[in-house]
């Protein structure tokens, strides 16, 4: 499937899905193209059921596994900082318009999650 084919389907699956604009602490780990370890902090554009979307400044291509490491809302448990820890695949990338080397990235959720509290 094409990169474009890729972004249209992405657009209509958000499009038809609820989701949300929560800018949630995140922590993105996976390998660069290069084939480089990376860990990097950013903050969530859009999470669903089905994926999310991020701006990250480590290159990365389609297809490749990411994890993501979320910071949850401390109204969830207000004794405890809870992770949100899930893995997808990315559909969607998007170079940045201006100057910063960031790209919007386009998860797709594996169907597999963890909560985790912090130690």
Known sequence: MSKKNRSHDI???????MGFNLPLPTIVEGQDISGKPFR???????????????????PVSLDQELKLIINLP???????NLNLIIRGKTVFIEASKGK??????????QSKY???AEE
């Open 11 to 17: 657009h209509k699956i958000e499009e038809k899905v």
């Open 100 to 109: 910063n080397q960031q790209q919007r990235v386009s998860l797709k959720f």
């Open 74 to 80: 401390q109204k969830l448990a207000p004794d405890k």
């Open 40 to 58: 990097e902090q950013t903050v969530l554009s859009y999470i669903s059921h089905y994926g999310s979307s991020f701006w990250l400044t480590a």
């Open 114 to 116: 963890i909560i985790e």
